[in-house]
């Protein structure tokens, strides 16, 4: 509590300083301010209790923005405020004490500054004032959500200038041009992915949690040592069957533009029904399941990079992703650059543990292609023409197995040949080849909004409807369905009435009495 007792001729850089540090004495030492005067060169102001005798009278001093204590007079005799909020406990100053940690840490939650507020001053502020509080907070920092959605034409246009090639969609919808769906894929990706990325593609979204809610789709591929390779993402106003329908057609558009013939895909998803049938509908030949060591899903790896910026403005959310997809391709390209092996280093690996296995097989030759592979106990039937063995690794992995392996050294051939391309240290490296170059300063964007008529001020993207109510969400309690439920009828097999069991059947003890 020292830092909060003041003394006569105390002094302050500002107006602002001053009553930033009254409020915080207030609040710290639990007593309630009555403000008798308050303007840019005067503040006095009371203790609000009533029969406290505490008084503080500051001025501005000339020529200068300085404010000083004049005059402090008596002391708080009203003891120790036993409410457990304080009027002084506003937003706006729940707002300037946890703006530092906000920018450190965008994900800090309501509750923790429930938690910090009571731990530094001891008084309780509602869930809701906090969430406000956490609102402007990144409002203040990374800008309004508002504002982001205004910018989104603008920011469109600046992807497609500064990564010719790229290809971006705005959707809105209404005549007040509420935003709908956005598709971004640069072109760093699309010619990564159709020129050296594995033909297998993963479909999922994650609720974004800023205030107007809305799901970023993405669609994501391997490259050949195994990494995530993002090819292109989406956010949508609502995830339901169309919007799913939309952003898959929407790739696909991408594919037939880039290339003469789209490569046949294997497809993972999360099962998701709407996924599912969209991808039905414009990949009807796609194979869905496990391809070249991949039995699973990678989306979550490409959603961890959005985490963070989760509840930003969408402006905020789409930067993340670009400004991760700059460093990752730089970093990538330059480490690809390093490797003097034939195949990428999770490749390699693979096919030098296959090449030491296959020294204790005895090979069978059955004609040019088609040998028989024995162990100890077990045998593979290998065909180097089709590329496959009895065992599927080879077919699973698009890498020789230890008994392809085997077949392929007393042939003669080059093992490293009859792996697929896409796990070549040549074909990660074009997987990275071309950059993903930043765009202007945001500054640089509003511009485009400036000096508007009327009519493109009408154009301008504006938000969705529906948006985030503030608070704690609501828990979702399941007794609809129980009061719904019919209720069982009791019967007693005494009697042959309802409304009671045999064992506390009356007629059977008048029964008993009467005999």
């Given amino acids: 509590m020292e830092d909060y007792n003041f003394i006569v001729g105390q002094q302050f850089s500002d107006v602002k300083a001053f009553r930033k540090a009254i409020k915080d004495a207030a609040i710290a030492q639990h007593f309630e301010l009555k403000i008798i005067k308050s303007d840019l060169i005067r503040y006095f102001a009371k203790c609000a ?29 009203c003891g120790k405020n036993a409410q457990l909020g304080h009027h002084q406990a506003s937003v706006d100053w729940i707002v300037n004490l946890i703006e530092e940690r906000l920018r450190d840490n965008m994900n800090y939650k ?8 009571q731990k530094l001053y001891g008084i309780t502020i509602p869930y809701k004032q906090a969430w406000r509080a956490k609102e402007r907070g990144l409002a203040a920092i990374y800008g309004s959500s ?3 959605y205004c910018l989104l034409p603008s920011y469109c246009e600046q992807i497609k200038q500064s990564n010719p090639g790229s290809i971006t969609q705005l959707f809105t919808s209404g005549s007040d041009h ?45 490259d050949g040592d195994g990494g995530l ?33 789209i490569p046949h895909l294997t497809i993972l998803s999360d099962s998701q029904n709407a996924i599912v049938n969209a991808l039905r509908r414009k990949f009807p030949t796609a194979t869905h399941g496990s391809r070249y060591g991949h039995l699973s899903s990678n ?66 030759r059955s004609d040019e292609v088609e040998f028989e592979v024995l162990s100890s106990d077990l045998s593979h039937i290998v065909n180097i023409g089709t590329r496959t063995c009895s065992c599927r690794d080879w077919q699973l992995y698009g890498i020789p197995c230890s008994h392809a392996v085997a077949a392929l050294i007393s042939s003669r051939k080059n093992v490293y040949e009859y792996a697929e391309k896409y796990f070549t240290v040549e074909s990660y490296c074009r997987a990275y080849s071309q950059p993903i170059h930043p765009v202007a300063d945001r500054s640089e964007w509003s511009k485009a909004t400036e000096g508007l008529s009327e009519d493109d001020e009408a154009r301008l993207v504006r938000p969705p409807k529906f948006r985030r109510p503030p608070g704690r969400p609501e ?41």
Avoid at 110 to 117: A, E, G, H, N, S
Avoid at 351 to 359: D, L, Q
Wanted: proline letters at 4%; aromatic letters at 10%.
């Fill in 49 to 77: 209790k009533d029969g406290c005798p505490w008084r503080i009278r500051a001025v501005k001093l000339p020529s200068v923005p300085t404010f000083t204590i004049r005059a402090i007079e008596g002391t708080h005799t």
């Fill in 110 to 117: 309501p509750k923790d500054i429930l938690q910090d507020v």
């Fill in 146 to 148: 508002e504002e982001g």
């Fill in 178 to 222: 509420r935003f709908q769906r956005l598709f971004i894929s640069f072109n760093a990706s699309i010619y990564g992915f159709l020129n050296g990325c594995l033909p297998v593609i993963s479909f999922g979204g994650i609720q974004l949690k800023n205030k107007y809610l809305g799901s970023l789709l993405s669609v994501t591929s391997f």
């Fill in 229 to 261: 390779f993002p090819v292109a993402f989406g956010i949508v106003d609502v995830e339901t069957d169309e919007s799913w329908m939309w952003f898959v057609s929407e790739f696909h558009k991408l594919l037939e533009v880039s290339t003469d013939t």
């Fill in 299 to 364: 989306i979550d790896e490409f959603h961890k990079w959005i985490l963070e910026a989760r509840e930003l403005p969408i402006i905020q959310v789409i930067e993340k992703i670009h400004s991760k997809l700059m460093v990752e391709f730089s970093e990538r390209h330059q480490k690809g650059l390093t490797w003097t092996s034939i195949l990428t280093p999770s490749a390699e690996k693979r096919m030098s543990e296959a090449i030491e296995t296959a020294g204790s097989y005895h090979v069978l």
């Fill in 475 to 515: 828990k979702k309690r399941g007794c609809t369905e129980e009061s719904n439920r019919e209720k069982h009828t009791v019967h007693c097999s005494r009697c042959n009435q309802t409304g009671h069991y045999k064992r506390t059947c009356k007629a059977g003890i008048v029964q008993m009495i009467e005999h």
